[in-house]
């Protein structure tokens, strides 16, 4: 029997939904009752009826979907598959800068760990960070741990940010040079990129959207060839929805710990019900306030 008959069994017998980020393998892409961005899976955990998640994406994210239902069984198949970025930011750092600004609001990018959440008052995805920094009645924001998304965000609002120094390598790797080349390679492409992009590369964008964001952005162009300025199996999806188009990906721009998720390990974890994600219950009660604000607030593109 092949993996994915037995998943499908499986996933049957234990009354489970398989939830998978844009970045994830094919195979693992093609298994998952839904593929979304990071706010799409989050408002798709917060209303699962399932008995058992299974996360096929990185830990902030099998994280946000255990934060959200803490009575639920969530299964992460691998626990290596980690954001570097999210690795970036310790809250006792988050915890000095709120003492150094006390009139500040804080936002968490999802891309946290769950205890760097439950320092914020909102947490925002890079679908709707521009949408969550404005509803704020502060004019000071504490923005972790993703610098470019900060500086992109501070185009778009009056109130100051204070970035947190984290990155994102993948994106960072997405150099202006490379972006350059791949638009003379493709006079005619429109250019998307991914807000966790350096802020050269944005300006040297058409548009930058959350990875849902540019599908929603394709669906509605005319146009059938695009530079996709995020992780190469993006382009899988994108693929799939609009197979008359034409998509051109960024030599180079993998995030290795997406891909760490397998069939192998997907099955593995239906089969014996681990790795389990598993958070003390204060923590998830002091992360989840942060996360349903955002969830309420809804997509921004
Ligand atoms: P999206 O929310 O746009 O899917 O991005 C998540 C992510 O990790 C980008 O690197
Ligand atoms: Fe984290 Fe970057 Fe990978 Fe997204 S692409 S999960 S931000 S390392």
């Given amino acids: 029997m092949q993996p994915q008959e037995r998943i499908a069994e499986l996933k049957k017998e234990r009354n489970a939904v398989i939830l998978?980020?844009?970045?994830?393998?094919?195979?693992?892409?093609?298994?998952?009752?839904?593929?979304?961005?990071?706010?799409?899976?989050?408002?798709?955990?917060?209303?699962?009826?399932?008995d058992i998640i299974v996360f096929c994406g990185v830990d902030f994210m099998a994280e946000s979907a255990k934060i959200l239902n803490p009575d639920k069984i969530v299964l992460h198949p691998e626990t290596k598959a980690c954001c570097p970025m999210a690795a970036m930011c310790e809250p006792s750092g988050?915890?000095?800068?709120?003492?150094?600004?006390?009139?500040?609001?804080?936002?968490?990018?999802?891309?946290?760990?769950?205890?760097?959440?439950?320092?914020?008052d909102?947490?925002?995805?890079?679908?709707?960070?521009?949408?969550?920094?404005?509803?704020?009645?502060?004019?000071?924001?504490?923005?972790?741990p993703d610098e470019n998304l900060a500086n992109y965000v501070q185009r778009f609002t009056d109130k100051d940010i204070i970035p947190w120094p984290g990155y994102c390598p993948t994106h960072e790797s997405i150099s202006l040079k490379k972006i350059e080349k791949?638009?003379?390679?493709?006079?005619?492409?429109?250019?998307?990129?991914?807000?966790?992009?350096?802020?050269?590369?944005?300006?040297?964008?058409?548009?930058?959207?959350?990875?849902?964001?540019?599908?929603?952005?394709?669906?509605?162009?005319?146009?059938?060839?695009?530079?996709?300025?995020?992780?190469?199996?993006?382009?899988?999806?994108?693929s799939k929805e609009f197979p008359d188009k034409r998509f051109i990906e960024v030599p180079g721009a993998v995030c290795?710990?997406?891909?760490?998720?397998?069939?192998?390990?997907?099955?593995?974890?239906?089969?014996?019900?681990?790795?389990?994600?598993n958070l003390p219950p204060e923590l998830m009660e002091k992360a989840q306030a942060p996360l349903e604000r955002m969830i309420a607030l809804g997509r921004g593109d």
């Fill in 94 to 120: 988050v915890r000095m800068l709120k003492k150094d600004f006390p009139r500040a609001s804080v936002v968490a990018y999802v891309n946290t760990s769950a205890e760097c959440k439950a320092e914020a």
């Fill in 256 to 277: 290795p710990t997406m891909k760490l998720i397998t069939l192998d390990n997907v099955l593995a974890a239906l089969e014996s019900l681990s790795p389990e994600v």
């Fill in 182 to 238: 791949l638009k003379e390679e493709h006079p005619k492409a429109v250019v998307l990129v991914h807000p966790e992009c350096r802020p050269e590369v944005i300006d040297a964008a058409d548009a930058a959207r959350s990875t849902e964001g540019m599908l929603n952005y394709i669906r509605e162009s005319d146009k059938d060839e695009f530079i996709i300025g995020t992780e190469q199996d993006m382009i899988y999806r994108l």
């Fill in 20 to 50: 998978a980020h844009n970045y994830q393998q094919p195979e693992i892409q093609e298994i998952a009752d839904f593929v979304g961005d990071s706010l799409g899976l989050a408002v798709q955990a917060s209303k699962a009826d399932a």
């Fill in 122 to 144: 909102i947490c925002c995805t890079s679908s709707n960070a521009v949408k969550v920094v404005n509803s704020l009645d502060s004019d000071l924001i504490i923005f972790i």
